[in-house]
């Protein structure tokens, strides 16, 4: 075989940003191309020099978005072969993927492009349970023939051509740099698809495309059904483990099935809280994890109008020194909070729910396990709602009703003997309302030794309640209450002192 017909006729781009502990081996994979480009998007590392070095030819363009970024490689890179792969850094060709690219284009196809399929990789094995395999991605295309859109983090095909399936699969390392830099750019791409969602762009599906005997069609339906389908993280979660297998896999197959299920709440908790406050663009943190997307619906400013209306302040209320109520506010909590809160309502929230009406031993193990601190025989019905468990202090004997609302963003601690009737919330956190960011207050909630809070009443940041004393039901306490006293209204205000029987 002449040194021409060993060369892959198909031109290679491969995609990066700081790639420079992935680059080298990605561009060793593709070595039997002669046509081999780098489309770097600003990479602060040494990824362009040793591209430059690995003999590829290095270009660079801002990222605004994956669809853009491949448009921007077909329009504007000068490639020797009509047919065009795109990998990120992060994945591999094989030799048997490379046979069968040779003799399929051998043929002259007229697809459009090709599916590949891919095998995830992480903690040292081949994810093929958990990792859903064949997950197919159109990644081998003819330059006249393809083009892409965004969609949600990623890129959707658009041509009028028909689309192949390739059997070999290339290799993905998504977890090549660690798991700081996929939690990273999960929080990115659960940001954009948490605005796709809203914007309502989803493909539109039939129940019978649940059942498709197109794979990709398939893919996609299932997709779209589990943004209208409750509890979809959990789900998520136990799909992978039991339904695709990921539990035969071991350590590896459960870690992931944790990981894909903490992208799904991430996303299922941004978009609850792009619809509950009924956003008119994205600001401050989803702004900074998803440059250049504009929400859906966004009112986009037009300076010459806004000179001609006196500034637009009809539109937009102003506070007394001419700026907005809110700004956003930088996160105040740790990555580690921010990791422990998702195990949290990932994982220990279901469990917690799920488990028995008389499981209180169960419960108290588990809220535990993630840092409470409990004495013995706490009582906890399973209906109660437990913000951040590690934030929790209940002494021995005391009891949470069925419903009660425990918000301990700031510490809580729940005395000796103490009753929490249900439906009841304590509430260790508010923000403060003089401050353009809106910063959180999160403020310690004690309740002292025999106390008894009643049903449905509310207990605020900061608030002491002394012992032997009883908030009314229906009552809320905004301040300290002194101890042993009967105390209601709103606000709460002792009543009479309470005096127990011998």
Same mark, same amino acid.
């Given at each position: ?29 593709? #070595? ?102 064949? *997950? ?22 658009? *041509? ?122 994205? *600001? ?41 109520? *809110? ?149 809320? #306490? ?25």
């Amino acid at each position: 075989m002449s040194s021409a017909e060993k060369t892959l006729p198909v031109s290679i781009v491969i995609l990066t940003l700081n790639e420079e502990v992935n680059v080298e081996a990605c561009i060793a994979s593709c #070595a039997e191309s002669d046509d081999i480009h780098v489309l770097d998007s600003g990479s602060a590392d040494r990824t362009a020099e040793i591209a430059r070095r690995c003999g590829a030819q290095v270009w660079e363009h801002p990222f605004e978005s994956f669809g853009r970024q491949r448009n921007w490689a077909i329009d504007n890179i000068p490639m020797k072969h009509e047919w065009v792969l795109h990998l990120d850094a992060d994945e591999r060709l094989t030799p048997e993927l490379v046979s069968e690219m040779r003799r399929t284009l051998a043929t002259n196809p007229k697809e459009a492009g090709f599916y590949l399929p891919n095998k995830l990789m992480f903690m040292g094995r081949w994810l093929r349970r958990a990792g859903a395999y064949p *997950t197919y991605q159109m990644r081998l295309f003819h330059r006249d023939r393809m083009r892409f859109c965004d969609y949600g983090h990623g890129q959707r095909e658009l *041509t009028s051509g028909r689309i192949g399936t390739f059997q070999e699969p290339y290799v993905h390392y998504a977890f090549s740099k660690g798991l700081s830099d996929w939690f990273d750019k999960h929080n990115r791409y659960s940001t954009l698809e948490a605005l796709q969602v809203l914007g309502r762009d989803a493909d539109h599906w039939t129940i019978g495309d649940l059942v498709s005997s197109d794979r990709i069609a398939r893919r996609r339906a299932w997709k779209a059904f589990g943004y209208v389908m409750p509890f979809r993280p959990q789900v998520r979660w136990f799909v992978t483990l039991f339904v695709l297998g990921g539990i035969l896999e071991g350590r590896a197959g459960l870690s992931y099935a944790r990981l894909y299920g903490t992208y799904e709440q991430m996303t299922s908790l941004k978009l609850r809280m792009m619809r509950a406050r009924k956003l008119e663009s994205t *600001t401050g943190f989803e702004m900074e994890q998803a440059p250049g997307v504009r929400a859906p619906g966004a009112v986009v400013s037009d300076p010459t109008r806004e000179a001609a209306d006196g500034g637009g302040a009809a539109q937009r209320p102003l506070g007394a020194a001419g700026l907005p109520q *809110t700004r956003p506010e930088p996160s105040p909590y740790s990555f580690r909070e921010k990791l422990g809160r998702v195990i949290w309502m990932v994982v220990g929230k279901p469990l917690f729910r799920a488990s028995f009406h008389n499981w209180y031993g169960f419960r108290r193990r588990l809220l535990k396990l993630f840092g409470a601190k409990l004495g013995k025989g706490v009582a906890i019905r399973p209906s109660v709602h437990v913000e951040i468990p590690w934030m929790l202090e209940i002494d021995d004997g005391a009891i949470v009703g069925d419903e009660a609302i425990l918000y301990c963003l700031g510490r809580i601690r729940i005395g000796k003997r103490a009753i929490i009737s249900q439906y009841a919330h304590l509430c260790a956190g508010t923000h403060d309302y003089t401050d353009p960011t809106f910063r959180l207050i999160r403020s310690p909630i004690t309740i002292g030794d025999d106390v008894w809070i009643g049903a449905d009443a509310f207990v605020g940041p900061g608030v002491t309640i002394g012992p032997l004393s009883v908030l009314g039901a229906r009552s809320s #306490a905004y301040k300290d209450l002194p101890m042993q006293q009967i105390c209601v209204g709103n606000p709460a205000k002792p009543l009479r002192r309470r005096e127990l029987e011998a």
